[in-house]
């Protein structure tokens, strides 16, 4: 007597097999054609934004990290605001090649072509925001990892005096949004930020 297995016993496995495949090579084809250019083209399309931000610096002398919170404003192409709120307040605000930093009463200017390590750190933020690959390989090796789902920039500094303060910056992201900011220091020390969108009015 032959036996008779249910037609489904065979079928819905090989169909839901064939389901995950194709999904599987959708996604792959879609991340086959999503490189540095594209990403760049993406994050560009972002005029102004503003986002809420938690700092934490990991440095060697202390035993738990520095945690800081504010405030990040961006407008295209080159104005960028960091605003601390906790533990202290403070401003740092990059306007064209000009940082101005406050802190209670006292205000500095900077002219960023007088630093030129301080720029290219600088900019390794406000490139990125803007979408400006060649701003950002003007210092900058770049590489990039993951989908456009979840995505990681990593910045090698290409001259050796960047070299002699910053090991690496490796800057995540969700298509068209930075989700977080990590600075590896060449003395060992690192920070991270965590960035999310700040809620409506």
């Given at each position: 007597?032959?036996?008779?297995?249910?037609?489904?016993?065979?079928?819905?496995?090989?169909?839901?097999?064939?389901?995950?495949?194709?999904?599987?090579?959708?996604?792959?084809?879609?991340?086959?054609?999503?490189?540095?250019?594209?990403?760049?083209?993406?994050?560009?399309?972002?005029?102004?934004?503003?986002?809420?931000?938690?700092?934490?610096?990991?440095?060697?002398?202390?035993?738990?990290?520095?945690?800081?919170?504010?405030?990040?404003?961006?407008?295209?192409?080159?104005?960028?605001?960091?605003?601390?709120?906790?533990?202290?307040?403070?401003?740092?605000?990059?306007?064209?090649?000009?940082?101005?930093?406050?802190?209670?009463?006292?205000?500095?200017?900077?002219?960023?072509?007088?630093?030129?390590?301080?720029?290219?750190?600088?900019?390794?933020?406000?490139?990125?925001?803007?979408?400006?690959?060649?701003?950002?390989?003007?210092?900058?090796?770049?590489?990039?990892?993951?989908?456009?789902?979840?995505?990681?920039?990593?910045?090698?500094?290409?001259?050796e005096k960047m070299l002699a303060v910053i090991r690496?910056?490796?800057?995540?992201?969700?298509?068209?949004?930075?989700?977080?900011?990590?600075?590896?220091?060449?003395?060992?020390?690192?920070?991270?930020?965590?960035?999310?969108?700040?809620?409506?009015?």
């Amino acid at each position: 007597m032959a036996l008779r297995f249910p037609v489904f016993s065979l079928d819905a496995p090989r169909t839901i097999l064939l389901a995950l495949l194709l999904m599987l090579a959708t996604d792959s084809s879609r991340a086959a054609g999503w490189d540095i250019d594209q990403l760049m083209r993406e994050l560009a399309q972002t005029r102004s934004d503003r986002a809420l931000f938690v700092e934490k610096k990991f440095i060697a002398i202390l035993d738990k990290p520095v945690e800081s919170s504010g405030e990040l404003v961006y407008t295209a192409p080159d104005h960028l605001v960091k605003r601390t709120v906790k533990p202290k307040p403070e401003s740092m605000t990059v306007d064209a090649g000009v940082l101005t930093i406050e802190r209670g009463r006292q205000k500095h200017r900077l002219q960023l072509q007088d630093y030129p390590e301080l720029a290219a750190f600088i900019d390794s933020i406000r490139g990125t925001l803007a979408g400006d690959r060649k701003a950002l390989e003007r210092s900058y090796r770049l590489s990039l990892d993951g989908t456009p789902e979840r995505w990681t920039l990593e910045l090698q500094p290409a001259n050796e005096k960047m070299l002699a303060v910053i090991r690496n910056i490796r800057i995540g992201g969700v298509r068209d949004a930075v989700r977080s900011v990590e600075i590896f220091q060449a003395d060992g020390d690192r920070s991270l930020m965590l960035i999310e969108k700040a809620p409506l009015p």
